[in-house]
């Protein structure tokens, strides 16, 4: 119930747990900055609320781009753009009507009205033929979806501006480099690393948003869209070295255009959330950086020219990349133990047990016996997992109060 809060404190004062003045004091914070209370009675919105708003939002716009798409080819370039304007106008102005009855169904019609703008601004590219321009297309879009969350302060909004402008940034970035490629042919797929390091960058970025029930509408979706995005951006940002490996250099004024945006837009992002996120961001930074040249060494070493000389090396340079992902890892947990967060400890761990799993599965089970690898894997899973398992709990109960 929504004062259940209010009867739980009087109950804490009446024991002596809570004093009157403190008991008051939580009286007016509450009412200037806690959460409205619903017409409905009071009630908060359960989940199946949620998911029926949400689904219903996304299959209502599907539903609508493609019947606009069907029949796109028949309309005249005019009943076009009116349409598009129409659908605009009827979800954005669904939302301020429904704004104070139902705030859920506001935020649903003005994510479903800021998703459309996307679809519009596609089929309007293709009325006028300017397909050769999607990077500005993203750029529009994502620059309408940061005043809507300017203007409105919902979390459909700045999730999309959180998606939409790393998608711009790769768009133009591929375009350019696509028009290099065009007089440079030895380009190559070195391009490929500089947005692999910035998408890892900003996945951190956005996973360490702050998290609590006052973010719920602001910083907190990016948390999510951090831990989403942090994996996937992590095994890209693994295979890098070894998909790049043999590509030339870039040309000096394209890499550092591309690598200052890849490195500087996640810092300027963490400092712009505050607190230590932006010395956490940068530490990321030098440790991919730093692996990144362990990586390149070991490749180097596993060169056929150099296999002759590399002798023992080799190994010892396996070992260091593996090793240093480990490290990578443990750095994670360490954080999430500092600050208390309990998915950055989670992530830690996963992140050194794919490595020491990968390392065995690299390095030493082909070294071995089919039987012996497998009671070895077996050793593996138990006294590994025993083991990772007592330093998560640790590093858990570490901040715990």
Same mark, same amino acid.
């Given at each position: 119930?929504? =004062?259940?809060?209010?009867?739980?404190?009087?109950?804490?004062?009446?024991?002596?747990?809570?004093?009157?003045?403190?008991?008051?004091?939580?009286?007016?914070?509450?009412?200037?900055?806690?959460?409205?209370?619903?017409?409905?009675?009071?009630?908060?919105?359960?989940?199946?609320?949620?998911?029926? *708003?949400?689904?219903?939002?996304?299959?209502?716009?599907?539903?609508?781009?493609?019947?606009?798409?069907?029949?796109?080819?028949?309309? #005249?370039?005019?009943?076009?753009?009116?349409?598009?304007?129409?659908?605009?106008?009827?979800?954005?102005?669904?939302?301020?009507?429904? #704004?104070? %009855?139902?705030?859920?169904?506001?935020?649903?019609?003005?994510?479903?009205?800021?998703?459309?703008?996307?679809?519009?601004?596609?089929?309007?590219?293709?009325?006028?033929?300017?397909?050769?321009?999607?990077?500005?297309?993203?750029?529009?879009?994502?620059?309408? #979806?940061?005043?809507?969350? +300017?203007?409105?302060?919902?979390?459909?909004?700045?999730?999309?501006?959180?998606?939409?402008?790393?998608?711009?940034?790769?768009?133009?970035?591929?375009?350019?480099?696509?028009?290099?490629?065009?007089? =440079?042919?030895? +380009?190559?797929?070195?391009?490929?690393?500089?947005?692999?390091?910035?998408?890892?960058? *900003?996945?951190?970025?956005?996973?360490?948003?702050? %998290?609590?029930?006052?973010?719920?509408?602001? %910083?907190?979706?990016?948390?999510?869209?951090?831990?989403?995005? *942090?994996?996937? @951006?992590? *095994?890209?940002?693994?295979?890098?070295?070894?998909?790049?490996?043999?590509?030339?250099?870039?040309?000096?004024?394209?890499?550092?255009?591309?690598?200052?945006?890849?490195?500087?837009?996640?810092?300027?992002?963490?400092?712009?959330?505050?607190?230590?996120?932006?010395?956490?961001?940068?530490?990321?930074?030098?440790?991919?950086?730093?692996?990144?040249?362990?990586?390149?060494?070991?490749?180097?070493?596993?060169?056929?020219? @150099?296999? #002759?000389?590399?002798?023992?090396?080799?190994?010892?340079?396996?070992?260091?990349?593996?090793?240093?992902?480990?490290?990578?890892?443990?750095?994670?947990?360490?954080?999430?133990?500092?600050?208390?967060?309990?998915?950055?400890? =989670?992530?830690?761990?996963?992140?050194?047990?794919?490595?020491?799993?990968?390392?065995?599965?690299?390095?030493?089970?082909?070294? +071995?016996?089919?039987?012996?690898?497998?009671?070895?894997?077996?050793? +593996?899973?138990?006294?590994?997992?025993?083991?990772?398992? %007592?330093?998560?709990?640790?590093?858990?109960?570490?901040?715990?109060?």
């Amino acid at each position: 119930m929504a =004062n259940d809060w209010s009867s739980r404190l009087g109950k804490w004062v009446e024991a002596g747990l809570v004093d009157p003045g403190t008991a008051a004091a939580i009286h007016r914070w509450e009412a200037l900055h806690g959460p409205p209370i619903a017409p409905t009675g009071g009630a908060r919105l359960g989940t199946a609320v949620w998911f029926a *708003l949400a689904l219903g939002g996304l299959l209502l716009a599907a539903g609508l781009l493609l019947f606009v798409s069907a029949h796109w080819q028949g309309l #005249a370039p005019s009943s076009r753009l009116t349409l598009l304007l129409a659908l605009l106008l009827a979800f954005h102005g669904g939302g301020v009507l429904a #704004a104070s %009855r139902f705030p859920a169904l506001a935020t649903t019609l003005h994510g479903i009205g800021t998703l459309a703008l996307g679809g519009g601004l596609s089929l309007a590219g293709q009325t006028f033929h300017l397909e050769a321009l999607w990077p500005e297309g993203l750029l529009l879009w994502a620059l309408v #979806a940061g005043l809507g969350w +300017l203007l409105l302060r919902q979390w459909p909004q700045l999730a999309l501006l959180a998606l939409l402008a790393p998608a711009w940034l790769l768009a133009a970035w591929l375009r350019f480099c696509d028009q290099i490629r065009a007089s =440079n042919s030895g +380009l190559g797929d070195g391009p490929a690393l500089v947005p692999a390091a910035g998408l890892l960058l *900003l996945s951190l970025a956005y996973f360490s948003a702050p %998290r609590g029930s006052h973010t719920m509408g602001g %910083r907190r979706v990016l948390l999510w869209i951090g831990g989403l995005a *942090l994996v996937p @951006a992590a *095994l890209l940002w693994a295979l890098m070295p070894s998909l790049t490996g043999g590509a030339p250099p870039l040309p000096p004024s394209l890499a550092i255009c591309g690598w200052s945006v890849a490195l500087g837009a996640p810092l300027i992002l963490a400092w712009a959330l505050g607190g230590h996120r932006l010395a956490v961001v940068a530490m990321a930074a030098g440790w991919m950086l730093a692996g990144l040249g362990l990586a390149r060494w070991d490749q180097a070493l596993s060169a056929p020219e @150099a296999l #002759a000389a590399a002798g023992p090396l080799m190994a010892v340079g396996e070992g260091l990349v593996h090793l240093w992902w480990l490290l990578g890892g443990l750095m994670l947990a360490l954080w999430g133990s500092s600050s208390g967060r309990t998915e950055r400890v =989670n992530f830690g761990a996963a992140t050194m047990a794919i490595t020491v799993l990968v390392f065995y599965f690299s390095s030493v089970f082909s070294q +071995l016996d089919r039987s012996v690898g497998l009671l070895g894997l077996g050793l +593996l899973f138990l006294v590994g997992g025993w083991g990772l398992e %007592r330093l998560r709990r640790r590093l858990l109960a570490a901040h715990r109060p």
